[in-house]
């Protein structure tokens, strides 16, 4: 099924708000913006996608209510100090070591360098972090719609930017970190925020398709 | 990207007897690669298994990141904070302590040797400014044949170990340094080669023994009377040497005297070797020559583990071994620790100390005023400690535990607040050893990972917190940074002795220490005397015969827990630590207990068996197998068998010695004596 894929205001803005989120989630900042999470739900269901999105859709059910049972959930499953059960690095997915700080963290500074960005804290925090590399895809694509809406050919360049890093890194590695926490995970919310990822960026990776036709 | 590459020098700060001297290759701010330093003229460049994986342990995705509060001691239930809430938390407890209790003294540190850089001890210095405090004094370890040593020779120096090679005859007597110590090993195969004999003295037949000549099985915790056995057939047959012992020993003619009062019949029986085997390892004594003697740390872990050290330094002092090259009686080395003052650690306020090894009954017992916040550094606790049972019970009234760790541990999960800190390639520090004669230096390579500090940092921040909350209370210094305390420590002595001008030469190359390379070579002992001391007043002075004596040793209640269980250190972990990477992981072998066959028909094991290993502490539960490298009566379950806490099984009894030295006696770890059953009947 092939869909008019045109530039959409209103898709990005959801794409932004997705992004953000999930940028939240993993950087642990969404526990404070506990009072406001049916505001947020509200934004997020009317940010649906027209298509169904299964594990999007899905997802979406299970994070109606966040527990401190899912904050605990959380930081077992991210942040420790035991074992982590599903590590939010690519380079604990990717690399044979199972190590951070290897060759898949500085493919990705490579990447971040390409439009002049860095991580603070370069070598002290890895840069292959998921929040980081959800971060970066949103810039990307913020970058691109503001190129695009100014009529500047630079749009395409940071279009192409996303999908590959989309296609080379955290869409290569982010099914595996989820699946790790829909196997390990405890609480509804956690397993939620992980088939929302699961969907949203699996479908943002089946955009690549159409790519040319996007903006 | 322009690559930016270079190399680091490292030492492994582990409690081993090899201090390796380690380089690293950063590359862009990473450490891509590590390798032995060949620049270190004792480990020659190579590391061992441990020591190559520490890669896996600096980029491990299971560190401890940043700070983590347990809400809920015991619940598994982590949040994250930042350091300043943590270093509030930890002030205004220790603040509203002072305030309750007119005193600092409810503040106790509990700190022991998992990293033995010199600045790892920062916490230590930071307690001695906040005011007396409670901490802990002495050593699980060693402590026992420190006093032994001290009592004979007045001191603890060993020969440059590389004087191995130069050995006739090398006794590696309850050391298994194939496991624990493989730098040693290419001097002792040189002597091999040079037609030295190996022999191997240890209850188990270790794999020390299957490289050695010969080996003698010893029973356990009796070697001090194999060793009087040896003294008393090599007097007998007049072959001791007269000269030594007559112008650089005090109370020869009373030892002498003493071994003739001894029965060969009952030595032989209490150290199970037969009198023939017996007399054949003296003529081997007498015949050759010089006679190298490693005492290990084993031996001395026993209700009379100092007696057995002072019988060997004896039968080393007779046979005429002391001060020559390629001789002697070799425990330990002090020297190289003892060129620093620690001078950050100093205090001027009357701490109250707690036995090490008495930790959990000390604790419980404590009143006016009661320790209120549990600090552990540098050491797994729960997982090493004695008397565990006790211990979970002493924490219920702590209010406040804190642990500076690395990764997950057993103490962690016991704690409130868990401080993340760095490995030693994310800190700068010197890490003085005590076997060989070498110090390395060990450069910051990459910066702290994640929020990771390093033991001196998180000092300084509490210092600087305390003294934000309540002006002058903490004196530790607020500011500063390894150089400046390194600065601090190494003085004009230091700098002779290590032939450098500034410690930060130590990057070029570690350097060799100018002490003497054959220990007593001037046969010029610091005890008392000033000779070797067979008969030392000093022993007497703190409540010890004053000979070595054949003390009784701790045996199991009759009928009950009649096997003994020993735990000597494994291959792939030291104490807890290394356990939790998965290249170690990988290579070692599943835990299970080594049972000799006969003990194991008569119970019904088999290889393979679940068996429960049970006393009145406590039981594990693990897999049998059967070996005929233990003795009948002995039960043997190495180190670091992961979450099995063997140390449950620990009564917590001292050793005889260790006051003098460490502060109190040690821990008699091998007098732990217990069941065993099939847990499939
Ligand atoms: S554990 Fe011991 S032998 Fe291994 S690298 Fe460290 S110091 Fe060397």
């Not at chain 1, 044979?96 to 603070?120: N, W």
């Not at chain 2, 007559?246 to 037969?274: T, V």
């Not at chain 2, 070029?508 to 046969?523: L, M, Y």
């Not at chain 2, 008392?528 to 067979?534: A, I």
């Amino acid at each position: 099924m092939k869909q008019n894929q045109r530039y959409n205001p209103a898709e990005f803005q959801r794409k932004f708000f997705v992004y953000r989120l999930l940028q939240d989630y993993y950087s642990g900042c969404l526990w404070q913006k506990k009072d406001n999470w049916n505001e947020i739900l509200l934004t997020l269901a009317e940010t649906r996608y027209q298509e169904e999105i299964i594990f999007f859709d899905l997802g979406m059910r299970l994070i109606q209510k966040l527990t401190q049972e899912a904050v605990y959930d959380f930081n077992r499953l991210f942040v420790g100090p035991e074992k982590l059960l599903a590590p939010p690095y690519e380079s604990a997915y990717r690399n044979a070591e199972g190590l951070l700080m290897q060759k898949e963290t500085t493919d990705v500074r490579k990447f971040y360098s390409i439009v002049g960005l860095s991580v603070v804290g370069q070598n002290r925090e890895p840069d292959d972090f998921i929040g980081l590399e959800l971060e970066f895809l949103c810039f990307l694509l913020y970058q691109a719609v503001s190129c695009f809406q100014r009529g500047e050919e630079r749009a395409d360049f940071y279009l192409n930017v996303y999908f590959e890093f989309l296609n080379m890194h955290l869409g290569n590695w982010v099914s595996d970190h989820c699946e790790d926490v829909l196997r390990h995970s405890t609480s509804y919310f956690c397993k939620g925020m992980a088939m929302l990822t699961k969907g949203f960026i699996e479908r943002e990776k089946s955009l690549l398709m159409h790519k040319e036709e996007i903006l | 990207m322009l690559k930016k590459e270079r190399i680091t020098r490292h030492v492994c700060p582990r409690n081993c007897y090899d201090t390796c001297a380690i380089l690293a290759q950063v590359r862009n701010g990473r450490i891509v690669n590590i390798t032995g330093d060949p620049a270190h003229g004792y480990t020659r460049g190579k590391l061992c298994a441990k020591g190559y994986s520490y890669l896996r342990r600096v980029y491990s995705p299971d560190r401890i990141k940043q700070p983590l509060r347990q809400c809920g001691r015991g619940s598994g239930h982590w949040v994250p904070v930042s350091w300043d809430y943590a270093l509030e938390m930890i002030c205004q407890k220790i603040l509203d302590l002072k305030h309750r209790y007119g005193s600092t003294l409810p503040v106790c540190l509990n700190k022991y040797s998992g990293n033995f850089g010199l600045l790892n001890n920062a916490i230590e210095g930071l307690f001695n400014q906040l005011g007396p405090t409670t901490q802990v004094l002495g050593s699980p370890c060693w402590s026992a044949g420190l006093d032994a040593q001290t009592f004979d020779f007045g001191n603890n120096y060993n020969s440059n170990p590389e004087n191995l090679r130069k050995a006739g005859l090398i006794l590696l007597w309850g050391v298994n340094p194939v496991w624990t110590a493989v730098h040693s090993l290419p001097y002792i195969y040189e002597a091999q080669k040079e037609g030295a004999k190996v022999i191997t003295i240890d209850p188990i037949f270790s794999e020390t023994a299957k490289k050695s000549d010969l080996y003698f099985q010893v029973r356990p915790g009796q070697d001090g009377y194999l060793a009087l056995a040896l003294a008393k057939i090599i007097v007998e047959a007049e072959k001791e040497d007269k000269q030594f012992l007559q112008n650089y020993s005090l109370g020869w003619d009373e030892f002498r005297e003493y071994l003739k009062s001894l029965n060969l019949n009952k030595l032989s029986r209490e150290c199970g070797l037969n009198q023939q085997a017996i007399k054949f390892l003296a003529g081997l004594l007498i015949n050759h020559s010089p006679v190298f003697i490693w005492v290990g740390f084993g031996m001395q872990r026993y209700a009379n583990g100092g007696q057995n050290v002072r019988a060997i330094d004896a039968l080393g002092a007779l046979t005429g071994n002391l001060g020559k090259a390629g001789g002697g009686v070799h425990y330990a080395n002090l020297r190289i620790w003892n060129m620093f003052k620690f001078n950050f650690h100093k205090t001027g306020y009357k701490n109250r100390y707690l036995n090490i090894n008495r930790f959990a009954e000390e604790l419980n017992q404590l009143q006016e005023p009661p320790v209120k916040m549990l600090w552990i550094a540098n050491r797994n606790l729960f997982l090493q400690d004695a008397n565990l049972r006790l211990l979970y019970q002493a924490i219920k009234e702590i209010e406040l535990i804190i642990t500076i760790e690395e990764f997950m541990t057993e103490s962690t999960k016991y704690s409130d607040l868990v401080l993340p800190t760095t490995t030693f390639f994310e800190e700068t520090d010197v890490v003085p050893g005590y076997w060989h004669h070498w110090l390395a230096l060990n450069e910051q390579a990459v910066p702290p990972l994640h929020e990771a500090r390093s033991d001196l940092d998180i000092a300084l921040m509490v210092s600087c917190k305390m003294n934000s909350l309540e002006q002058g209370s903490c004196t530790f210094p607020q500011s500063g940074d390894a150089s400046s305390f390194l600065d601090r420590e190494f003085d004009d002595q230091a700098y002779s002795l290590l032939g450098i001008r500034h410690w930060s030469d130590l990057k070029d190359s570690p350097a060799k220490v100018n002490i003497p390379d054959v220990c007593w070579e001037d046969r010029i002992f610091e005890t008392p005397s000033g000779k070797f001391e067979f008969y030392s007043q000093r022993a007497e002075q703190a409540g010890h015969p004053l000979m070595p004596a054949l003390k009784e040793q701790r045996k199991p209640a009759a009928g009950k827990y009649d096997l003994r269980l020993l735990s000597p250190h494994s291959q792939h972990s030291i104490n807890s630590q290394f356990q939790n990477l998965d290249w170690i992981k990988a290579i070692k072998p599943e835990p299970a207990v080594l049972i000799h066959p006969d003990t194991a028909l008569l119970k019904s094991i088999v290889s393979g068996s679940m068996v429960r290993i049970l006393n009145d502490y406590g039981e594990i539960v693990l897999k049998a197998a059967v070996s005929g490298a233990v003795p009948r009566d002995v039960l043997v379950c190495y180190q670091g068998i992961g979450d099995l806490n063997i140390n449950r099984l620990l009564s917590g009894e001292n050793t005889d010695m260790g006051s003098i030295v460490t502060g109190n006696h040690g821990l008699a770890i091998l007098d732990t004596f217990v069941d065993i059953e099939n847990q499939t009947d």
